[in-house]
């Protein structure tokens, strides 16, 4: 929400312009039920989150790392520490 606030836009604008400015997402799939929704989903586009705001985002939307995964993190990590 603090972010669609200092953007001047709804969450959902918010949202699909995250997508948007992920590598990778090509076109995110905006469902819609009235005309409503759909021209508020199209203010989306023609403006961009600032770096430090798509970063935020980033960070609230970070899945934990979960097993066996995390595991072979800690053991990266501590690896990178023996070399220096």
């Known amino acids: 929400m603090a972010v669609a606030e200092e ?5 959902a604008q918010v949202a699909i312009n995250w997508l948007l400015q992920k590598p990778g997402v090509t076109a995110p799939i905006i469902g819609t039920r009235t005309m409503e929704q759909l021209e508020n989903n199209l203010g989306a586009a023609g403006w961009s989150l600032t770096a430090e705001q798509m970063e935020r985002l ?3 939307s970070a899945l934990p790392v979960s097993y066996p995964y995390d595991a072979a993190a800690e053991n990266q ?8």
């Open 77 to 84: 990590q501590r690896a990178g520490r023996d070399y220096e």
């Open 58 to 60: 980033d960070r609230a």
């Open 7 to 11: 953007a001047e836009k709804t969450p």
